[in-house]
């Protein structure tokens, strides 16, 4: 098997893990970064916002210079980088701006019931294995309440819990990466 890149069929363990997780603005003060860092990605969809996300966290991201042209209305009013078509034309067509396929519709049907910036303050701290593990259980949501939000702390603990038997596996060199339920025992036969 190569290790190529985009081959995704490796088996073994990751070597090194980092301690703590990347920090874009730990080293980067820097305007444009504060700035992306505060930028809501809009008019995608979930996995097209991952992956803009995702460029903007590990410093991937290269905003336009100028607007683009909209592969929709053949105009130059493309304002955001990765997209091809123009809020105008994605928000009409209710297609995704990036990946032009069908926006899910339940994206939009959240009803948020409680402060989003005690979301936020949720997420923010959060390594991007939970952030993920949290919005994938904010979208599968029909609204969002007080009880959500303890249903979130609830999972945060479980994570935490599963984190520690990782860390008492990970003395011995071959770390199974592929039990993600964190049992560490054997079925006896
Ligand atoms: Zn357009
Ligand atoms: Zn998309």
Redesign the pocket.
Known sequence: MSCSRGNTNRTRAQKHQNKTAFKNDLHDSSKKTKFLNTLQVTGVCLRCKEIIEWKIKYKKYKPLAAPKK??????R??KFAYHV??N???AEKKVCAKCVKAMESTETTIEVNVDEDKIKSILKPLSERKRRAILRYINKQEKITDETISNIEDILLEMDNININDCNNSNSSIVDSSSDDGDDFKVEK
């Not at 909209?70 to 105009?75: A, L, S, T």
Request: aromatic share 0%; glycine share 8%.
């Open positions: 909209c592969v929709g209305c053949d105009q009013t493309v078509l123009c105008n034309c994605s």
